[in-house]
Structure formats: structure tokens, C-alpha cells
């Protein structure tokens, strides 16, 4: 079971992405509202995936996304936004994160595929 660490400041998204995910077999290990509690958390519990919000209110996940690049064991990490994924240019491309999917695209099968899986 893959385990997943969820970041995001809003508290509503953060439970309604929790169920589905652990409803398709993820274990969400973690809850992270900024990006420095995303660091320390992943640092502390070593997810296989962090789900991470690019509008976060200290550090903007590109940057979160970043740090743990350097990580090892590699952690995937997916970007996710309530914004429309082309408002950030090249950034998503650019950037080390495995993938982006908007939030109202959030599925485990979507996370599986990013993580190359199925």
C-alpha cells in the first residue's frame, strides 16, 4: 500500500482527499497545511507520495517541491492546484515534481499513473 502525504491549507480539501485516496487503497500517513511542516513531515514519515498544493501560504510548492528532490529515498511528488494548470507557463514542466493534476481531477488511478504505475 502506498502511503501519501497530503499537503494542502485548506482543511476541507486536505479530508476530502483523504477519503477517496484511502477508499483506493493509499495509506495517507500525513497532513501537512504549509510548506514547512511538508518538510518535516516528510522528512519524519518518508511517504511514497506527497500531494502538494502549489499555493501554500509560506514556501510555494514549486520551491517545497524542490527540497525534496534532493531526498533520498526519491519521494514522487505531485503537484496539485484549484487553478487551471497552464496559468504557471513552464513551471510544472520545469520543475523535478513527477506530474500535476487539478483537484478536481484527484484520483488514485491519476496518482498511479504518475507514479508509474497501471
Do not use: N, W
Not at 501537512?32 to 498544493?53: C, F, K, Y
Amino acid at each position: 500500500m502506498a502511503t501519501i502525504l497530503i499537503v494542502d491549507d485548506h482543511p476541507g480539501f486536505r479530508l476530502e482527499a483523504r477519503q477517496p485516496l484511502e477508499a483506493e487503497g493509499f495509506s495517507v500517513i500525513g497532513e501537512a497545511a504549509d510548506g514547512t511542516a511538508a518538510l518535516s513531515v516528510a522528512a519524519r514519515e518518508r511517504p511514497d507520495v506527497v500531494l502538494l498544493d502549489i499555493g501554500l501560504p509560506d514556501i510555494d510548492g514549486f520551491a517545497v517541491a524542490d527540497q525534496l528532490a534532493s531526498v533520498q529515498p526519491p519521494i514522487c511528488v505531485i503537484l496539485t492546484s484549484s487553478r487551471d494548470g497552464s496559468i504557471y507557463g513552464g513551471r510544472i514542466g520545469a520543475t523535478t515534481a513527477a506530474g500535476f493534476l487539478p483537484k478536481d481531477e484527484l484520483t488514485g488511478d491519476a496518482i498511479r499513473s504518475l507514479m508509474g504505475g497501471d
